[in-house]
């Protein structure tokens, strides 16, 4: 009786380091960077994007990836609203944060079970920025989003800046690509 547990315990220990194994292999990512520049958010309201055509609209359709806004956040009753920018990941996709200077240091996927999807207020972009009160200036974290489209297609984002080549803030500019194969 005990080598049958012992033998179920091997077996199952296998299957579960197969699954980590698979989110940590060396990923094929197609280098065909685009960029995209919002319209101004704090003027223009949201703007809804999609990868396919690497355009948006302010508009919202049926069906959209990501959406450039600005919402309400209160970190607690007493503190004052602060308007936060964010991008918001489409319905039906998820998304999954990892810490990287650019697309290009991003070699390996998160597990399946860091992908999540924008609801009920929380949103995976929500502290993407660095601001500082002398200036107020809004500076990019160092991260890049892994955006799982659908089962097969997957897309990497970067936000590179915030600022337009005025100098006025609301326009968020992303760096982004497909990945060629599937998490």
Do not use: R
């Amino acid at each position: 009786m005990k080598k049958i547990k012992l033998i179920l315990s091997a077996i199952f220990i296998f299957l579960i380091g197969c699954e980590d194994k698979k989110a940590e292999e060396n990923i094929v990512i197609d280098e065909s960077v685009k960029e995209f520049i919002s319209v101004n958010i704090k003027v223009s309201g949201p703007e809804y994007f999609t990868f396919s055509e690497n355009k948006g609209i302010t508009t919202e359709p049926s069906m959209w990836d990501l959406s450039f806004a600005i919402v309400d956040y209160q970190p607690s009753p007493q503190a004052p609203v602060i308007k936060d920018p964010v991008i918001i990941i489409g319905n039906g996709k998820t998304a999954a944060k990892v810490e990287a200077n650019s697309l290009t240091d991003v070699i390996t996927l998160p597990a399946a079970s860091l992908f999540k999807g924008d609801n009920d207020g929380f949103y995976t972009t929500q502290g993407w920025y660095d601001y500082n009160p002398t200036n107020h200036i809004i500076t990019p974290k160092e991260f890049v989003y892994i955006v799982k489209i659908d089962e097969t297609k997957n897309a990497l984002i970067e936000i590179v800046d915030y600022y337009n080549e005025n100098g006025d803030s609301g326009y968020i500019t992303i760096h982004w690509k497909f990945l060629t194969n599937k998490i």
